[in-house]
T-cell receptor, first 118, second 111 residues
Framework: EPEVTQTPSHQVTQMGQEVILRCVPISNHLYFYWYRQILGQKVEFLVSFYNNEISEKSEIFDDQFSVERPDGSNFTLKIRSTKLEDSAMYFC????????????????FGQGTRLTVV | GESVGLHLPTLSVQEGDNSIINCAYSNSASDYFIWYKQESGKGPQFIIDIRSNMDKRQGQRVTVLLNKTVKHLSLQIAATQPGDSAVYFCAENKGNTPLVFGKGTRLSVIA
């Protein structure tokens, strides 16, 4: 069964350092997302990406965040200068389409990367 | 602001009993709803979805009910098993908007 894969599973970084979280979405999917989940809290939307550009982003996704699809398979989230409050689980998700002819489809989530900023 | 929330943060049920997990949503324009299951240390896993033109949808051991009048969504799990223990999130969106997740309900199954 196809799945979204994320690496690494756990990343520890010092405050102020840059981190890159990597994701390989499901191969025929067209929409890609990053969500985060602070420990014990709900899953929060960060950004969606379609056709090589950001289609929507939340207030959380400020200038320290960026996303990239450097090749045909990877989708990355970069945090330029990490802060303590960036510590969370980061989930990548992908979906085949969204809003196509008014039909929504489910987003498949990866297992997440646990980011710990110290 | 508009958001999706859950009535109960925790739910404990006996193995074999039916579970009902509730969700209230405030965006009356939402037209698509999903229930996700999240086990410890894992990502959300799709369980079942429902579109706003329906009020009930059944899957394997799970049923989702949608009451648009009172903006209420519920997930029913039949014959709850220990493997059903997890946090359950409802999520909603409309058209091209991103999924908005509720806070989650932790389901504990007592053997």
């Amino acid at each position: 069964e196809p799945e979204v894969t994320q690496t690494p599973s756990h990343q520890v970084t010092q405050m102020g350092q840059e981190v890159i979280l990597r994701c390989v979405p499901i191969s025929n999917h067209l929409y890609f997302y990053w969500y985060r989940q602070i420990l014990g809290q709900k899953v929060e939307f960060l950004v969606s990406f379609y056709n090589n550009e950001i289609s929507e982003k939340s207030e959380i996704f400020d200038d320290q965040f960026s996303v990239e699809r450097p090749d045909g398979s990877n989708f990355t989230l970069k945090i330029r200068s990490t802060k303590l409050e960036d510590s969370a689980m980061y989930f990548c998700a992908s979906s085949l389409n969204r809003g196509l002819r008014g039909m929504n489809t489910e987003a498949f989530f990866g297992q997440g990367t646990r980011l710990t900023v110290v | 602001g508009e958001s999706v929330g859950l009535h109960l943060p925790t739910l404990s049920v006996q193995e074999g009993d039916n579970s009902i997990i509730n969700c209230a949503y405030s965006n009356s324009a939402s037209d698509y709803f999903i229930w996700y299951k999240q086990e410890s240390g894992k990502g959300p896993q799709f369980i079942i979805d429902i579109r706003s033109n329906m009020d009930k949808r059944q899957g394997q051991r799970v049923t989702v009910l949608l009451n648009k009048t009172v903006k209420h969504l519920s997930l029913q799990i039949a014959a709850t098993q220990p493997g059903d223990s997890a946090v359950y999130f409802c999520a909603e969106n409309k058209g091209n908007t991103p999924l908005v997740f509720g806070k989650g309900t932790r389901l504990s199954v007592i053997a």
